[in-house]
């Protein structure tokens, strides 16, 4: 069965810092993999999407970027963190029938 | 843009109230509507989902569902909710052929005991 990982869990970083999160799929091959930032009231804001090994697709303009650079691997950066930045990020395969299927999330808290 | 608008962004109910939340998403085309819940600590998952057929879907927890496609609404509903419902349901769609999934703001559903 398909597994997703996310690590971190939680994260709390200053601002200015780098930040890595990651984001790995076990029991499926070549997933379209998503990040998404949910913040309260605001629902689920999709980041970055990606069909294949270094093929990104960008949502919203910001000061994060994606990388996939392993089929099963999707990771989530920035240079320097905003305070802005802080919320709950969820990644996700995309299964069958367009169903997602979400890790459990890193929380990332910029001080 | 393609939009998802969930109706109520907070729920209290009592135990074995009937629940109804709204959703309404922009044409696009032909959809795949979903909803998903996110209970206490626990991963966002899948609640149900509609892509052909009856328009009345069935979930798990006795939740089901109701596309609507001239209204462009995909509401949800329970008939009597347990104080284990509370949790935060997200309405989502997917655009047949697209890549992406769109989802709404979420509604927090409190059941009180």
């Known amino acids: 069965s398909q597994t997703i990982h996310q690590w971190p869990a939680t994260l709390v970083q200053p601002v200015g810092s780098p930040l890595s999160l990651e984001c790995t799929v076990e029991?499926?091959?070549?997933?379209?993999l998503y990040w998404y930032r949910q913040a309260a009231g605001r629902g689920l804001q999709l980041l970055f999407y990606s069909v294949g090994i270094g093929q990104i697709s960008s949502e919203v303009p910001q000061n994060l970027s994606a990388s996939r650079p392993q089929d099963r691997q999707f990771i989530l950066s920035s240079k320097k963190l905003l305070l802005s930045d802080s919320g709950f990020y969820l990644c996700?395969?995309?299964?069958?029938?367009?169903?997602?299927?979400f890790g459990p999330g890193t929380r990332l808290t910029v001080l | 843009a393609q939009s998802v608008s969930q109706h109520n962004h907070h729920v209290i109910l009592s135990e074995a109230a009937s629940l109804e939340l709204g959703c309404n998403y922009s044409?696009?085309?032909?959809?795949?509507l979903f909803w998903y819940v996110q209970y206490p600590g626990q991963h966002l998952q899948l609640l149900l989902k509609y892509f052909s057929g009856d328009p009345l879907v069935k979930g798990i927890k006795g939740f089901e569902a109701e596309f609507i496609k001239s209204k462009f609404s995909f509401n949800l509903r329970k008939p009597s909710v347990q104080w284990s419902d509370t949790a935060e349901y997200f309405c989502?769609?997917?655009?047949?052929?697209?890549?992406?999934?769109?989802f709404g703001a979420g509604t927090r559903l409190f059941v009180k005991a």
């Open positions: 029991g499926t091959s070549n997933p379209n």
């Open positions: 996700a395969w995309k299964g069958e029938g367009d169903t997602q299927y």
């Open positions: 989502a769609v997917s655009y047949t052929g697209g890549f992406k999934t769109i």
């Open positions: 044409y696009g085309g032909t959809v795949n």
